[in-house]
Each structure stands twice: as C-alpha cells, then as structure tokens.
C-alpha cells in the first residue's frame, strides 16, 4: 500500500520535510518514504491511498494519562474545589473508587477512542487500579489497534493512614497485593499485541501517605525485569518539605536515592524542578512528561521545560487526566506549551512549534522505550502515522507545515491514523472500535458512578432550570 501525495514531516536525522510525499507500507513497517511519483514508479502494482492536502507525520505520544478519568470530564470545573487534598480525596477517589470493572472499561474505551480520534497512537496510563480489571482494558488496547504502557499501581499505605486521609477503600491495595498484581499482569500481557502492550509500574506518588522502602523495591525488580515505570513526581513545592524530612535536597534527589531514576522511568509533572534537579535527569537519563494543559488548569508551574530541553532532558507530552485538563487531545496540548514556556521565558522563541512535535513523537517513543522502531517515519520503522487534512477554514494557507500542525490544528483535523501497518481511522471513521457504542455506554452511567459515590455538586454554579 502507498500513501500518496502528503506533504511529510519525517523527523528523521535531518528533520526532512517531502512535498508531494509518499509511504510505502509492508505489513507492519515503513518499505519507503520519498516523492510520490518515484515510489508509484517503482511500485506499480501497489494499491494507493491518496492524500492530497493532508500534512503525514509521526503519530502522537502522550505519556500521562489516566484512562478511568475520562468518564470524569471537566469535574475540576463543577463548583467549589478547593485545595488538591480535598479534589483528590473528596471527589477523585470516591468516584474512582466506586467504579465496577465495567465503569472502568466504559471510561478508558473513551480515552482511547479520543486519543486515536486526534491522533495518539500510544500512550502511558500511570495509574490503573487493581478493582478496574487489567484483562478487559487490555483487550479494549489490543482491539484498538493503539500502543500502549499500562501502568498498574503500586502502593503502600497502612490502613490507619487510609482511615485517617478518608482515603476512599476502593482505591487501595495492599502493598503485597499491589505488585503481585502488577507482575502477574506483565507475565500476561507485556508484548502482547504483537509487542504493542507493555506493563508498567505505576507507582502511588511519594508523599507522606506512601512508605519510602516501597520505591526501591519496585524499582529494583524493573530493573530485573526490564520494565518501565512511571510515577508523579515534583508536582508542588510541599513534595520538597517531604523530601527534606527525609534527608533530601528535593522530591528529585529523593527519587534518584530511591533508585526511581533512569531511562525506564517517566515521570509526570517535575514542575518544581530546579538546576540541579534537572542535571540529575539528563545524567539519569530520564524521561519526564510536561502535562502542560493540566498543569495551567490547576495552576501548576510553569515547569522548566526549555531548560529541561537544553539540558538534555527526554521531555515528553502528556495530556494526564480529563478531570481538569478535560480533553486528551494532544495537539492542543501542544500549543499550550508552546504558549506556557514562551510565557514563562517572556520570548516568543522560547519553544518552536519543532522543537514541541519532537517532544510529541521522537521523545515520547524514546520515553516509551519504543525509540528504535517509532516516533519518526524512515525506511524500517514500524509503520506508525497519522495525516492532518489541510482543507479547512482555520488551516489554510499552510505557510510551515509543522506550525500549521501544531498551532492551528486541532484533533479533529485527523483525518487518518495508522498504527503498526493497519489503518485505525480513514476519513475520521474509526475502524476497530465501535465509536457509538462506546458514547451510549458512558452516557448511560456516568451520573450512577456519582451517585454511588454520594459526590454531589457536580454541576454548574448556575442554576438548573
Ligand atoms: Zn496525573
């Protein structure tokens, strides 16, 4: 199959743009990139898919999410919130912990639909709970055609300090149980897919609730196991008071003395990293995700993200959780952070709309693991893109494809997504999941699961009429 006629952002070694541009793809690889008319020339036989107008580049890598918070949508904005305490333990935890298997699967069937609709092709979930059922979510990603790290969670809080934060029962496991449950699961399903599922520790942050000694265990048997793991880490400056207690410059130096660091390791948020903090992550070779619409949301940072980048620092983008951030549609993710760091340097140069879509693709496949087989389309790769149709008001003319991409497009411009050689989407219908079905089932349950919880408020502070 050839798909002709795009304008190709590449992202290979000299970031070469093709006009007219076309990808052979054979079975689950890239066979060719190059001008359409030589690739037809010496594929004559080939089917072909026409894609005039359409921008091609990498598919997206968003490595923060939460798929159980998309049934959870925008309930940051319902009312009076307060302090991340009362968000997180008051409303977060009691409707999370009050979902049934099925809620779960009804929440992250959405997430992945909306990430594959706006053109993520893989993803890191950071914290799936045990009572969600790994199985039925990791079917939902093999049938769906997308890439992903599913992160289960590991924890370890005692039950009189769950009683006492009223830490909702649902989201809480023993630490015995917890990475019980996460190896048996990476002995199921990590490569399942043909290599597109991964299992991941997704470990509880560290905070006073967490015993410390958790960290090295778990970091230790991913090391023996070669598994990644993710974690939020340097979110606000009471996460440096914590390290401090424990003999630490900051939350960073904490996790590098917990053995958390390294290039298996992604952490959410490091808003509050400094100089030395970031040093520490080049040298460590880890990778860190910027949530850049979730962290301006909830007034977060700004996190030092071109300084980070200069460092050297594998930074990535997450969208993280639809509570706050309310969409998983990374390209608007990407703007943000382009408008957040040129804000925060008060230099319109500060983070080009390149250096963002490297961010997106090479660095999130690098921080994925997956770096020598995606996040660029060259001769070899698997077969991983999506196309951005130009024909439309808010995207004409295209002066710079990459900026078009990243400033003016939004998810619903995706008009086609290819993961691993099959096409997920053409013409915005997706083909492996029942989009339908999946809107009717989170309809049909969403305003149960609060209920259920006994959470109210979550409506407008205007009236209902
Ligand atoms: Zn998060």
């Known amino acids: 199959m050839i798909f002709t006629h795009a304008t190709i952002l590449t992202m290979n070694a000299d970031r070469e743009i093709v006009e007219d541009g076309a990808i052979r793809v054979v079975n689950d690889r890239i066979d060719s990139v190059g001008k359409t008319a030589e690739l037809i ?10 894609l005039s107008g359409h921008i091609a580049m990498p598919g997206l890598i968003d490595t923060h ?8 949508r925008g309930i940051s904005e319902c009312g009076a919130v307060g302090a991340f305490s009362n968000w997180l333990f008051g409303r977060i935890f009691p ?21 594959l609709k706006s053109g993520t092709t893989g993803f890191v979930e950071c914290l799936l709970a045990e009572h969600y059922g790994i199985d039925a979510i990791a079917e939902l990603c093999i049938d769906s055609g997308i890439r992903a790290a599913l992160g289960k969670v590991v924890m370890d ?56 000694s958790l960290f090295r265990e778990v970091s230790d048997l991913a090391r023996e196991r070669k598994m990644g793991l993710t974690i939020h880490l340097a979110e606000l400056p009471h996460d440096n008071d914590y390290a401090r207690e424990h003999g630490y410059r900051s939350h960073i130096e904490f996790a590098e003395g917990h053995g958390l660091l390294g290039e298996r390791t992604v952490l959410a948020h490091c808003t509050i990293a400094d100089d030395a903090d970031i040093r520490l992550l080049a040298e460590t070779s880890t990778s860190v995700s910027h949530n850049a619409g979730n962290n301006a949301a909830a007034a977060w940072g700004p996190a030092r993200i071109t300084d980070m980048l200069e460092a050297g620092v594998n930074v990535s983008v997450g969208c993280d959780g639809a509570p706050t951030n309310a969409n998983m549609d ?18 319109r140069g500060a983070l080009s709309s390149e250096a963002v879509l490297e961010m997106a693709t090479l660095n999130g496949a690098r921080a994925l693991g997956i ?26 003319p295209v002066w ?14 995706v008009d086609t997504v290819v993961i691993n050689g099959q096409i997920i989407m053409r013409d915005r219908q997706i083909l ?29 502070t205007w009236p209902s009429v």
């Open 65 to 72: 999410v939460h798929t159980a918070q998309c049934m959870l």
């Open 157 to 212: 809080v005692s039950p009189t300090t769950r009683d006492e934060l009223g830490w909702h029962h649902g989201m809480w496991q023993t630490r015995e149980s917890s990475i019980e449950g996460t190896l048996a699961a990476h002995d199921t399903w990590d490569g399942a897919g043909d290599g597109r599922l991964q299992i991941w520790f997704g470990c509880r942050s560290a905070e006073p609730a967490n015993n410390p």
């Open 330 to 347: 990374l390209l608007r993710d990407l703007r943000i952070a382009c408008h957040t760091a040129r804000q925060r340097a008060g230099n």
């Open 432 to 460: 492996t999941l029942d989009e339908g079905a999946i809107l009717e089932n989170v309809k049909g349950r969403f305003r149960d699961v609060a209920r259920r919880a006994g959470v109210d408020g979550l409506t407008s």
């Open 371 to 396: 770096h020598a087989y995606a996040g660029s389309l060259e001769v070899g790769k698997k077969a991983d893109f999506i196309t951005i149709d130009t024909d439309a008001p808010h995207l004409q």
């Open 400 to 413: 710079n494809p990459v900026a078009t991409a990243v400033f003016a497009a939004q998810g619903g411009d």
């Open 41 to 50: 020339a010496a594929n004559p036989a080939d089917d072909t898919i026409d």
């Open 95 to 115: 409707l999370q912990g009050s979902y049934t298997e099925e809620d779960a699967v009804a929440s992250a069937s959405l997430c992945v639909l909306e990430m």
